[in-house]
């Protein structure tokens, strides 16, 4: 079992930037890939950002086309937690964001997760 908590959401201007965090807890942390996803009302859970794990310092991280330039994901393994660094947001970015570990390969498919965290919403206002 692993366990996630989210922080960091909150409202925003347009423009502005948040930080979002992901603490896990319980199975070997670095054997997950890590990804970040969001949800608008009334629209389906969409990918935003992953970051798989090779040992060392390597790492590799995958963006959304809408996110790409703009947010940044990284992990600590030693912390056991993700990061999502979101730079100018848009109202658009506005979304509940979910934290999720995976040890399948499709990172970016909802259902290859197993494991979800309860959620952050941001808001980024115009």
């Known amino acids: 079992q692993v366990q996630l908590v989210e922080s960091g959401g909150g409202l925003v201007q347009a423009g502005g930037s948040l930080r979002l965090s992901c603490a896990a807890s319980g199975r070997t942390f670095s054997s997950y890939t890590m990804g970040w996803f969001r949800q608008a009302p009334g629209k389906e859970r969409e990918f935003v950002a992953a970051?798989?794990?090779?040992?060392?310092?390597?790492?590799?991280?995958y963006y959304a086309d809408s996110v790409k330039g703009r947010f940044t994901i990284f992990r600590d393994n030693a912390k056991n937690t993700v990061y999502l660094r979101m730079n100018s947001l848009k109202p658009e970015d506005t979304a509940v964001y979910y934290c999720?570990?995976?040890?399948?390969?499709?990172?970016?498919?909802?259902?290859?997760?197993?494991?979800w965290g309860q959620g952050t919403q941001v808001t980024v206002s115009s």
């Open positions: 970051v798989t794990w090779s040992g060392g310092s390597a790492y590799f991280a």
């Open positions: 999720a570990a995976t040890e399948a390969r499709d990172y970016a498919a909802v259902n290859s997760y197993d494991y």
